[in-house]
């Protein structure tokens, strides 16, 4: 058994969007530049041919053809392991609906600008951050590590560093 998922990552273009990208350059200038050449503001998850993305109202199942495709970058990764597709799909289905945390959005701003984590509960997250649980649980290695070296919680990663970390083990695709 083995399936394919998307992490599908946007540029967005109001003044929310502008917020969050001046803030992940801002992050790239002070903690250096991941490597990728796009600065997205936004990402959701691709499985099974469903696209769910955490947005104001929840974790909600939308359709990825309300973003300009200019806007969009798409990594295709594969799984193999059984377990981890098991347990990666019971996360992806208990986490719609969820809330969308703006504490998250505070927890990546302090991870991005001063390398800092703020504590905070698994499940107050945002968009990036309930990726990288699905991502993890579906075994990925998804551990920026803080400067003590512990694995970053995902309420702190952002857009631009998981497609930092997604670049290295994914495979661009076609929008």
Do not use: W
């Not at 969007?17 to 050449?37: C, F, H, K, M, P």
């Not at 973003?67 to 799984?79: A, S």
């Amino acid at each position: 058994m083995s399936k394919d998922i998307k992490v599908v990552f946007t540029h967005g273009t109001g003044l929310f969007s502008g917020a969050i990208e001046a803030v992940e350059i801002l992050g790239e200038e002070i903690n250096g530049d991941n490597g990728v050449d796009f600065v997205p503001t936004h990402c959701g998850l691709i499985v099974d041919d469903r696209f769910q993305e955490a947005l104001s109202d929840g974790f909600i199942g939308n359709s990825i053809h309300h973003y300009d495709p200019k806007d969009v970058r798409i990594y295709t990764l594969h799984i193999s392991n059984e377990d981890d597709i098991k347990r990666g799909d019971a996360t992806f289905a208990r986490l719609l609906g969820q809330k969308y945390s703006v504490k998250a959005l505070v927890c990546g701003l302090v991870f991005t600008v001063f390398s800092m984590i703020i504590p905070g509960p698994d499940a107050e997250n945002d968009c990036s951050g309930d990726d990288t649980t699905v991502l993890r649980d579906y075994g990925f290695n998804i551990n920026n590590t803080s400067t003590d070296g512990e694995p970053v919680p995902a309420s702190s990663i952002t857009p631009n560093i998981l497609i930092g970390i997604i670049d290295k083990i994914g495979k661009l695709s076609e929008v």
